[in-house]
């Protein structure tokens, strides 16, 4: 079966459940204008309210959709909380307006009207089951809690329609008005719970705490070293909008972060199908330990001391900072080792990647040595003085700036232009 046509049977099946419900609504009413039984007229409006809410879903869902809403998703979702807070307050106020009135009302036709109520729980427990294997189809967890619902009111329609028939077998007023109390406190806590809900939704507020935390468990599971520094979720209507900040290796390459962005986000899609948005904001990490490669070379006679050479390729010295969450550990100086004279730039440059450093300071680089040293993500800061002490004061206060480009050309190039 194809995508286009499950959906097609998926919305079929959702109008169904919708239909069936619209029966049992007609049901009661129908049973209430016949027999006049007050439990008949409060279970009516309890469907009524089922409806309502599964209709506001329905046109909520085409209307965002729909091509002019590509744009504002969000606020159009909101139409759903909005929709819904006002339908809880009218369900509250009906509630409450006819509490008073219905329990002045003498117990009718208790027979009949169990028999109004046993019939009318047939569609609405059949638009359960259609709407629980639906959403499981789909994974849809709103459309799961739908069918919940519907399930629970059937039920909750069996324990009415049990109560009539007591009260009509024992000619029990008490077991009538146990029975319309049950029906009215159902309707109440529904209606309770739709207006918790959309006040959540308007105002923002976490609908699911426990989501948020399951969300950054993931993200920190899929992409190892990435940490969520911040996640913020916004519900809108049945859907909801994350914001998500986080923290990449400081050694990943704006690219490299991105498709771990895509990553994340994928695998954020498939396991939590109320996400309709998801913004990644990728903040780097700042890095705290460094080996730092430094060029020297020793001047003065008598009171020799080492300044920062050059270059890299004519340095006879070099010194080695360690650097450990940003305070430097240890200075150590050594010869290079590395003394033929042709390309030794560029060897020493092997030699500093292959020996873990991760920084380099120099006054200028030649062409070949850039290359090499650029190809192992080694970062060039440029010198400005030639002291040692003074650079690396520099470099720890971020106070250097990168090379982006060898400052000296290649020596072949050299000649060809004096030629
Ligand atoms: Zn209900």
């Given amino acids: 079966m194809d995508h286009e046509s499950s959906l097609h049977?998926?919305?079929?099946?959702?109008?169904?459940?919708?239909?069936?419900?619209?029966?049992?609504?007609?049901?009661?009413?129908?049973?209430?204008?016949?027999?006049?039984?007050?439990?008949?007229?409060?279970?009516?409006?309890?469907?009524?309210?089922?409806?309502?809410?599964?209709?506001?879903?329905?046109?909520?869902?085409?209307?965002?959709?729909?091509?002019?809403a590509k744009k504002y998703p969000y606020g159009l979702y909101k139409i759903e909380d909005l929709s819904s807070l006002l339908i809880s307050i009218l369900v509250i106020m009906v509630a409450v307006e006819i509490a008073g009135s219905i329990f002045s009302q003498p117990p009718v036709f208790l027979f009949y009207s169990?028999?109004?109520?046993?019939?009318?729980?047939?569609?609405?427990?059949?638009?359960?089951?259609?709407?629980?294997?639906?959403?499981?189809?789909?994974?849809?967890?709103?459309?799961?809690?739908?069918?919940?619902?519907?399930?629970?009111?059937?039920?909750?329609?069996?324990?009415?329609?049990?109560?009539?028939?007591?009260?009509?077998l024992f000619s029990s007023t008490l077991?009538?008005?146990?029975?319309?109390?049950?029906?009215?406190?159902?309707?109440?806590?529904?209606?309770?719970?739709?207006?918790?809900?959309?006040?959540?939704?308007?105002?923002?507020?976490?609908?699911d705490k426990r989501l948020a935390g399951e969300m950054s468990a993931m993200i920190e599971k899929k992409a190892k070293g990435t940490k969520v520094s911040s996640l913020k979720v916004r519900w809108a209507g049945p859907v909801m909008f994350a914001e998500i900040v986080l923290r990449m290796e400081p050694e990943l390459t704006i690219e490299e972060s991105h498709r771990v962005a895509d990553d994340i986000e994928r695998e954020l899609r498939n396991s939590v199908p109320q996400l309709e948005g998801v913004t990644i904001h990728i903040e780097?990490?700042?890095?705290?330990?460094?080996?730092?490669?430094?060029?020297?070379?020793?001047?003065?006679?008598?009171?020799?001391?080492?300044?920062?050479?050059?270059n890299i390729s004519t340095a006879d010295y070099f010194a080695t900072a360690i650097i450990k969450h940003n305070v430097l550990e240890s200075l150590e100086i050594q010869e290079n080792e590395i003394k033929a004279k042709e390309f030794r730039g560029v060897e020493t440059a092997e030699r500093i990647a292959e020996t873990g450093f991760t920084d380099i300071l120099v006054r200028g680089i030649g062409e070949m040595t850039f290359g090499v040293l650029l190809r192992h993500r080694i970062n060039i800061w440029r010198v400005r003085s030639d002291s040692v002490d003074k650079t690396l004061r520099a470099f720890l206060a971020h106070k250097l700036h990168k090379i982006e480009a060898p400052t000296l050309e290649a020596s072949w190039r050299r000649k060809e232009k004096h030629e």
Avoid: C, Q, W
């Avoid at 109390?181 to 918790?196: E, G, P, Q, Y």
């Avoid at 890095?287 to 050059?310: D, H, Q």
């Fill in 9 to 68: 049977e998926v919305r079929l099946f959702i109008y169904i459940s919708l239909v069936a419900s619209i029966f049992t609504f007609l049901i009661r009413l129908g049973g209430y204008i016949l027999f006049g039984n007050s439990v008949l007229l409060v279970e009516s409006l309890h469907m009524l309210v089922d409806i309502l809410i599964s209709a506001v879903v329905i046109v909520v869902v085409y209307l965002v959709r729909s091509k002019f």
């Fill in 114 to 168: 169990a028999i109004v109520e046993v019939l009318s729980i047939v569609p609405l427990a059949a638009a359960g089951y259609i709407k629980l294997k639906v959403s499981s189809r789909i994974n849809s967890p709103s459309l799961r809690s739908d069918a919940v619902h519907s399930i629970g009111d059937s039920l909750e329609g069996f324990a009415v329609a049990f109560g009539l028939y007591l009260s009509a």
């Fill in 175 to 207: 077991a009538y008005y146990a029975t319309l109390a049950i029906a009215l406190i159902t309707l109440v806590v529904i209606s309770l719970d739709i207006l918790k809900n959309s006040i959540f939704g308007v105002l923002d507020l976490p609908k």
């Fill in 284 to 310: 780097p990490t700042a890095r705290e330990n460094f080996k730092v490669f430094i060029p020297l070379k020793l001047v003065g006679g008598s009171g020799a001391r080492y300044i920062i050479n050059k």
